[in-house]
């Protein structure tokens, strides 16, 4: 969930590392810090709060000392806490040795950090924090201190004893302009420069500097110099490896006109669709999903008779909007699981089970877990993700890319409809290699899914003033409730989580015939009652419960078809969606729902793009 980024090079190591933090801050903002290699040591620099907080720092330090800008190495670490509260103690770096001479920052969790704090502790190392990361620092003190080893050498042995999942990177003040680094389950890229080179936690901390990444991979420790970098097994052997080149842009992760990023990604969408729908189908309708899936695999699907779906959160959502696709389109029954429950749950399948595996940033603990369960019955694993070359597309036999481009908010939207549109995808593939559609409903289908992006655009065009006027009904209420029947119910339960996460108003969704059987009691005018309608039976359906509410003195904000006059009826602000088939109604239904969720937080004054105790990427359980 922390974010680490190195340095080496030029004298611009600090402006590189803030710069790096600020790209990786979605990973948490409970503290941040750097380690910087001085020619007399290592200067530890750290605050409380977001990076801004250290911003300031770093700037009146460097008022007060030029050399400070002239730095050529260094680490920074930005904080999701888990061991110890957000205080300067446990933000990283953490510092080990004589006089703070190796400095540690680590994204992770040491399982035997207890075990081994007690052992260090007995040999005389003095713990100045509560997290578990400081018995790094201090293990690899202890290898260079009392063994003589290198960097290298220390973390190797360190790696060897220490548990659970990490991404370290050090630094030393014996080795001056030397970052090594290590990872075993959390993610570590390596960014390749000229005269210089870097480290992170993702790419896109680095998209200002290059395009050009070596993937560390478990068991490796990397070793950077301006010169070069050096990949190699913890006992010492060489590792050659290609770099990749990745094509998302600098500008993804720049803010450009927009106030806020989740502003920005929600107006990405369009156009984050048309790249995920993109060389995936004809216009005539027809999908073809050739390029991305192994042949092998595709033949493999027409065996298939189950599908399970794994995800947490918003991807678990994505999974229920596709299992109806699914289950209509392919008559395979779908089970879709929250991936933290399907871990431990000794689940069931064989080789005839498709299990999409859903994480937009491929690093999510619980879903890769849940995938090791699922390849134990010999599942055949997809994985539809946003992150190329993340820990999920290694796992995974198959990879469904969505290319929705980094996303920086921390509530997720453009990767959330992008997830959606690969569903359907993968739907309309699988239906048309189990042949129980007609090609001409499947095309029907088809050719509406490539014009979505259009339809999604109409829908953020509809969508503006009428959330924000919606968003006033919210001003005064203490709670909300989300209702939707069939495909709009997952639209429901995505929508309640958009506004619970970024305004934190305590907000449900439930399917709106189980109103009834609780929830009503929650009804008045202190809850707002978001209805979710769509087309069809189920419509009529929900637009009585939605009726039932009204009676009670609830609020009600129906999210309806374009022009549903009944809709009119019963509200007197109504968030249009255009018209589309009914299986894709969640793509342009949840568009309404983000801005409105949007601009109640806004309208409490609340940072959409970092809500409180959140991280965007979820890398311990
Ligand atoms: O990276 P993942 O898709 O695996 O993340 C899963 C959830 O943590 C994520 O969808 C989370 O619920 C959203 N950021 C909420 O908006």
Request: glycine share 10%.
């Amino acid at each position: 969930m922390c974010g680490i980024v190195g340095y080496v090079g030029r004298e611009r190591c600090v402006e590189v590392l803030m710069e790096g933090l600020k790209n990786l801050e979605y990973r948490g903002y409970d503290s941040a810090g750097l380690a910087l290699q001085l020619e007399d040591g290592i200067e530890p620099l750290k605050r409380v709060g977001p990076l801004v907080n250290l911003a300031g720092a770093v700037g009146d330090l460097g008022g007060r000392n030029g050399d400070f800008f002239r730095v050529r190495a260094g680490v920074g670490h930005t904080r999701w806490a888990t061991h110890g509260r957000p205080n300067e103690a446990n933000a990283h770096p953490l510092l080990g040795g004589e006089g703070g001479r190796v400095a540690v920052v680590h994204n992770g969790i040491i399982e035997n950090h207890a075990r081994l704090r007690r052992e260090l502790e007995a040999r005389g190392r003095v713990f100045r924090s509560e997290t578990d990361t400081e018995v790094i620092a201090h293990l690899l003190a202890e290898r260079i201190e009392e063994h003589g080893e290198s960097l290298r050498e220390a973390l190797a042995c360190c790696v060897r004893q220490i548990e659970g999942s990490f991404a370290v990177a050090a630094v030393s003040a014996e080795e001056p302009e030397t970052i090594v680094a290590a990872r075993h389950q959390s993610p570590l890229v390596v960014g390749l420069g000229e005269g210089e080179n870097f480290l992170a936690s993702a790419v896109q901390a680095l998209l200002t500097e290059t395009r050009r990444f070596l993937v560390v991979e478990n068991g490796e420790i990397v070793e950077l110099s301006a010169e070069g970098v050096a990949v190699s097994t913890l006992d010492g052997e060489e590792v050659r490896r290609g770099a990749c080149e990745v094509d998302w842009d600098a500008e993804a992760v720049e803010l450009g006109v927009y106030e806020d990023y989740m502003l920005k990604e929600i107006h990405e969408q369009p156009a984050a669709l048309r790249k995920t729908l993109e060389g995936r189908i004809t216009t005539e309708g027809e999908v073809d999903l050739s390029a991305d899936l192994p042949e092998p695999f595709i033949e493999g699907l027409r065996e298939i008779e189950r599908v399970v779906v794994l995800g947490c959160g918003t991807a678990y959502h994505a999974g229920l909007v596709g299992k109806h696709a699914l289950e209509k389109l392919c008559r395979v029954p779908v089970e879709v699981a929250v991936s933290s429950e399907y871990r431990y749950r000794e689940p069931i399948g064989d080789g005839k089970t498709l299990v999409v595996a859903i994480s937009q940033s491929g690093e999510t603990t619980d879903t890769l877990a849940a995938v090791e369960a699922a390849r134990e019955y010999g599942g055949r694993v997809l994985a539809v993700t946003n992150t190329r070359g993340s820990l999920i597309t290694r796992e995974a036999e198959a990879v469904l890319l969505t290319k929705a481009g980094p996303e920086v908010g921390v509530a997720a939207t453009k990767t959330f409809t992008t997830q959606l549109a690969a569903l359907k995808l993968l739907a309309l593939q699988l239906a048309h290699l189990k042949g129980l559609r007609s090609a001409e409903e499947l095309l029907e289908i088809g050719e509406a899914l490539r014009l979505v992006p259009e339809k999604v655009e109409h829908a953020i065009e509809l969508s503006g003033d009428a959330t924000r006027t919606a968003a006033q009904a919210f001003e005064a209420a203490r709670c909300a409730l989300y209702l939707g029947r069939g495909v709009s119910y997952p639209v429901a339960l995505e929508g309640a989580l958009k506004l619970k996460e970024i305004s934190y108003l305590p907000a449900e969704g439930y399917p709106a015939g189980e109103m009834k059987h609780g929830p009503i009691a929650l009804i008045d005018e202190s809850c707002p009652v978001v209805a979710v309608l769509g087309e069809g039976l189920l419509r009529e359906k929900t637009l009585s419960n939605v009726q039932e509410t009204a009676a009670r003195g609830g609020r009600i904000v129906p999210v309806a078809v374009e022009g549903d006059a009944s809709a009119s009826e019963v509200a007197d602000h109504v968030l249009w969606a255009p018209e589309v088939p009914e299986l894709l109604w969640p793509l342009v239904a949840s568009v309404p729902l983000q801005l409105l969720a949007y601009h109640v937080a806004k309208g409490r004054g609340l940072d959409v793009d970092k809500p409180r105790n959140l991280a965007k990427s979820v890398t311990v359980e």
